[in-house]
């Protein structure tokens, strides 16, 4: 059973998601394709699922701030490199 904080975070993600998808179908300026709404669905719900973890189970408020910050900084580090190639990497596609 899902707890409601899960819930709450769960649906606020379908609705961020809903925003490119409006975009896409409004303008022909949005170059989103297929995949890269899996990979955006997968970031967030990821990154979701993992604050509603360190959440649950980390018992001490500065710890669960800096756990949190850093999946935070660690998904914009990932979002920044898959949209402009900020690093170089691979992933880029360049």
Request: charged fraction near 15%; charge should be positive.
């Amino acid at each position: 059973m899902l707890s409601s904080r899960l819930k709450k975070i769960l649906i606020s993600i379908t609705v961020i998601l809903t925003i490119p998808v409006f975009g896409k179908l409004c303008t022909d300026d949005f170059q989103w394709a297929l995949p890269d709404f899996f990979i955006a669905a997968i970031l967030l719900y990821g990154t979701g699922i993992m604050i509603d973890f360190i959440l649950r189970k980390v018992q001490k408020k500065s710890h669960r701030i800096a756990l949190c910050g850093l999946i935070l900084f660690l998904l914009l580090c990932i979002w920044a490199e898959l949209a402009v190639g900020l690093i170089g990497t691979p992933f880029a596609g360049n």
